[in-house]
């Protein structure tokens, strides 16, 4: 059993590439394979979009693992 039970997945803030934000399909990609396990909880925050306020909160808030 893995010692990660709480997992949050992050696409840093500024990460702008010339006024285009990417989509993280990594991150997402990553996340869908890691929902499978029940015993994983398993949180997406795009910094990007939220802002690094947001980031911060989410880490205080959901407690990660990992």
């Known amino acids: 059993?893995?010692?990660?039970?709480?997992?949050?997945l992050i696409n840093p803030p500024r990460t702008h590439q010339?006024?285009?934000i990417s989509s993280p399909l990594g991150i997402l990609y990553?996340?869908?394979?890691?929902k499978q396990f029940?015993?994983?909880?398993?949180?997406v925050i795009n910094g990007s979009i939220e802002g690094e306020t947001a980031v911060r909160e989410k880490l205080k808030t959901f407690k990660p693992d990992l």
Do not use: E, N, T
Request: glycine share 10%; no cysteine; hydrophobic share 40%.
């Open 1 to 8: 059993m893995s010692r990660f039970k709480r997992i949050l």
């Open 18 to 20: 010339g006024g285009y």
């Open 30 to 34: 990553l996340a869908s394979y890691l």
């Open 38 to 43: 029940k015993h994983i909880k398993v949180d």
